[in-house]
């Protein structure tokens, strides 16, 4: 997909599985499973997408899913197959040294679990040339979080960046190349930050977890993980309606049936026509 001089690719780690409940928070069980079917463990599927983004010279990967660095136990809970974004790079004939920046849109682990590998039962960087670039408060929280969402944090995904100083910190919204803009938009997260990209007269807007599949696009279906659940609505507001608004491509960081598509809003609903890139 082009957007003037900016190129962009979606690719994806793989799946992996969550409670469906929590998934929809306060959605009662009759209505979300008409829409996402659960296993038998009450889980539902969710794509782990990435973006690959050619901005000028620079190559830049957007979030890196899940990774390879799992426990059996763990990966049996999530449902979790094998890391496939290192195999998706290379389709695009991107090898690891060849990525420039690592955005992460906040460090869950099914959005920063591929920023390193093992390596002979070291943590090394997966990229090993790439600035990685996250919110500060982010960064902070991830480091220290409280006993509601530490399951969602591996410090070996983020703490080994910071050692060898290849992070950077953000404090709130920024142009990181021409096109490439960071967002902070809080709600899931204090300090997730979403990502717009724009060039030759269009724009895609990548979601992150503000609205991580399409059922989501329902104002009140917001995630029982999220800590700040009515800042979320109000984002959710904010953006859904400027992306309908403005034609830009939506992105859906999860969804694993429509990863992009075009919004329109019809009689205070809004609908999605999905697009199919690649
Ligand atoms: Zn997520």
């Given at each position: 997909?082009?957007l003037?001089?900016?190129?962009?690719?979606?690719?994806?780690?793989?799946?992996?599985?969550?409670?469906?409940g929590a998934m929809?928070?306060?959605?009662?069980?009759?209505?979300?499973?008409?829409?996402?079917q659960?296993?038998?463990?009450?889980?539902?599927?969710l794509?782990?997408?990435?973006?690959?983004?050619?901005?000028?010279?620079?190559?830049?990967?957007?979030?890196?899913g899940?990774?390879?660095?799992?426990?059996?136990?763990?990966?049996?809970?999530?449902?979790?197959g094998?890391?496939?974004?290192?195999?998706?790079?290379?389709?695009?004939?991107?090898?690891?040294?060849?990525?420039?920046?690592?955005?992460?849109t906040h460090?869950?682990?099914?959005?920063?679990?591929?920023?390193?590998?093992?390596?002979?039962?070291?943590?090394?960087?997966?990229?090993p040339?790439?600035r990685?670039?996250?919110?500060r408060?982010?960064?902070?929280h991830?480091?220290?979080?409280?006993?509601?969402?530490?399951?969602?944090?591996?410090?070996?995904?983020?703490?080994?960046?910071?050692?060898?100083?290849?992070?950077s910190?953000l404090?709130?919204d920024?142009?990181?190349?021409?096109?490439?803009?960071l967002?902070?938009?809080?709600?899931?997260?204090?300090?997730?930050?979403?990502?717009?990209l724009s060039?030759?007269?269009?724009?895609?807007?990548?979601?992150?977890d503000?609205?991580?599949?399409?059922?989501?696009?329902?104002?009140?279906?917001?995630?029982g993980?999220d800590?700040?659940?009515?800042?979320?609505?109000?984002?959710?507001?904010?953006?859904?309606?400027?992306?309908?608004?403005?034609e830009?491509?939506?992105?859906?960081?999860h969804?694993?049936?429509?990863r992009a598509?075009?919004?329109?809003?019809r009689?205070?609903?809004?609908?999605?026509?999905?697009?199919?890139i690649d």
């Amino acid at each position: 997909m082009k957007l003037g001089h900016l190129e962009f690719h979606i690719l994806t780690d793989g799946y992996c599985y969550l409670d469906g409940g929590a998934m929809f928070g306060v959605i009662p069980k009759p209505l979300w499973e008409k829409k996402v079917q659960p296993d038998a463990r009450n889980r539902i599927q969710l794509a782990m997408n990435c973006l690959l983004v050619h901005a000028g010279h620079k190559r830049i990967l957007i979030e890196t899913g899940a990774g390879d660095k799992w426990t059996p136990k763990l990966r049996d809970i999530y449902n979790l197959g094998e890391s496939r974004l290192l195999d998706q790079l290379l389709h695009y004939g991107m090898h690891p040294h060849d990525i420039d920046v690592v955005i992460n849109t906040h460090l869950h682990f099914d959005h920063c679990g591929g920023n390193t590998r093992l390596a002979h039962d070291k943590v090394v960087t997966t990229f090993p040339n790439a600035r990685y670039i996250v919110q500060r408060g982010e960064f902070e929280h991830a480091m220290a979080p409280t006993e509601r969402d530490r399951a969602s944090y591996f410090p070996e995904n983020f703490a080994p960046l910071q050692q060898s100083c290849k992070l950077s910190l953000l404090e709130g919204d920024r142009a990181i190349a021409p096109g490439v803009e960071l967002i902070r938009v809080p709600g899931h997260t204090a300090d997730m930050q979403c990502i717009k990209l724009s060039g030759g007269g269009k724009a895609a807007f990548f979601f992150a977890d503000l609205v991580p599949m399409t059922p989501h696009l329902q104002l009140p279906w917001i995630m029982g993980y999220d800590l700040y659940p009515m800042t979320t609505l109000e984002n959710k507001k904010k953006w859904i309606s400027e992306v309908a608004r403005e034609e830009w491509l939506a992105l859906f960081g999860h969804d694993p049936h429509t990863r992009a598509g075009y919004l329109r809003e019809r009689d205070g609903k809004v609908e999605v026509e999905p697009v199919t890139i690649d």
